[in-house]
């Protein structure tokens, strides 16, 4: 039987080899792993940063002021039978719903962290709430790839759909653990003023915004090295080879393994093949997000004691289940018929955005969904009267 000793010897071996071989490969093609990082910084300068900054900035700001807790008496009757978990977390599903990767996942750790939900409400959370963005879908994937924005449209709608499903399936998670009153909106919660929140909420963003970047940068020069190597060629033999059964090809193969790494980088190479198994496998890379962005979200978790379970379980459910809902409209909704003109132009702008375009779309957005909580919280405050009370579980 294998000793606990013998187990860490043979992964500290794995681990010398893993970083010996690593170190090879960057002397081996050092100048095809600058190009790799010179496309990383392309990317996050001209598409992550400007993306991702606002909405992060706009999350630590609904959090720390209390606007969630004040969104969780409106959100309440809705989220509670349908995801069991309280009002205040309708700011992680509406945030990671416009934001993308990993804005829902960070801003339900950040509500556990300030106390407006309980653990076992983020875990719920954290199954569903981190999806990929419309501008991402719409522009890059659906016009950008497919050329089309019906496409995007499908996508997006499948991706959403199937998201609020796995939400709606993880509520039997710990069923034993239901939203109680004095878990959420009603728990005394001291918000902070606004200087104070917004200075941490700036300095706090930029610091996961370039946590965000130094993963994408690792795994694109990881997955570049890779290619030159041969081994995600061999990996892609072996998983060919064993999925032969199903008329699974080397080339799906490869790219199945890109995506299942870094999800852009998996979604760009769908350019050519049938359109039902490109937009199939689309539909499963952006549904489980990659290696990449689980790093992401697992530094956002920290020493905060929050399970990776529910995570993991709920990505790799969510890029099968869009799979799925896209193999099942593909019979009901034909792809050949033109796009509106007007759909498609918008879409094409988006994948052609720089810098500048992206900041300027990203923050209109962060700031109109901003003006929403606020409105949702100043109605609650003019209603006044007692909080919404949950019916204790369990």
């Not at 990767?101 to 409400?121: D, F, H, K, W």
């Amino acid at each position: 039987m294998e000793t606990p000793a013998r187990r860490r010897g043979c992964q500290d071996l794995l681990l010398a080899l893993g970083l010996g071989l690593s170190a090879f490969a960057l002397v081996a093609w050092p100048r095809e792993a600058m190009e790799a990082m010179k496309d990383g910084l392309r990317l996050c300068g001209n598409v992550i940063i400007p993306s991702l900054f606002p909405f992060f900035v706009l999350s630590s700001l609904v959090v720390e002021l209390g606007l969630s807790r004040w969104l969780g008496r409106m959100m309440e009757p809705v989220m509670a039978p349908l995801f069991r978990v309280g009002g205040a977390c309708a700011t992680a599903l509406a945030l990671g719903i416009v934001g993308g990767y990993p804005v829902g996942a960070r801003t339900a750790i950040s509500l556990y962290r300030n106390g407006q939900c309980s653990r076992t409400e983020a875990e719920r959370m954290l199954a569903f709430c981190s999806n990929c963005g419309p501008a991402f879908i719409f522009g890059v994937v659906g016009a950008g790839i497919f050329g089309s924005g019906a496409a995007g449209l499908l996508l997006y709608a499948c991706h959403l759909a199937a998201s609020l499903c796995i939400g709606v399936g993880f509520r039997f998670y710990k069923p034993s653990e239901g939203p109680r009153a004095g878990t959420s909106s009603d728990r005394s919660f001291q918000a902070v003023s606004f200087p104070v929140a917004f200075t941490s909420s700036v300095t706090g963003a930029l610091t996961s915004t370039l946590n965000i970047c130094a993963f994408i940068l690792f795994f694109t020069v990881v997955l570049r090295l890779l290619t030159l190597s041969g081994l995600l060629t061999a990996a892609a033999r072996a998983l060919a080879a064993l999925l032969a059964p199903l008329g699974f090809e080397e080339i799906w193969a490869v790219r199945l393994l890109t995506g299942a790494l870094e999800m852009s980088s998996g979604v760009s190479s769908l350019t050519s093949g049938s359109l039902g198994g490109r937009l199939s496998m689309a539909a499963f890379m952006l549904g489980w997000a990659g290696l990449s962005v689980h790093c992401q979200v697992m530094a956002f978790l920290g020493d905060s004691g929050l399970s990776l379970r529910t995570y993991m379980a709920g990505k790799f459910l969510h890029g099968v289940l869009s799979a799925g809902l896209i193999a099942l409209a593909l019979h009901i909704i034909p792809l050949d018929l033109p796009a509106a003109a007007l759909l498609v132009d918008q879409t094409e702008a988006i994948a052609a955005m720089d810098f500048q375009q992206t900041l300027a779309i990203s923050a209109a957005t962060a700031w109109a969904t901003w003006t929403v909580f606020l409105l949702l919280a100043g109605r609650a405050v003019r209603r006044g009267g007692r909080p919404y009370r949950r019916r204790r579980h369990g």
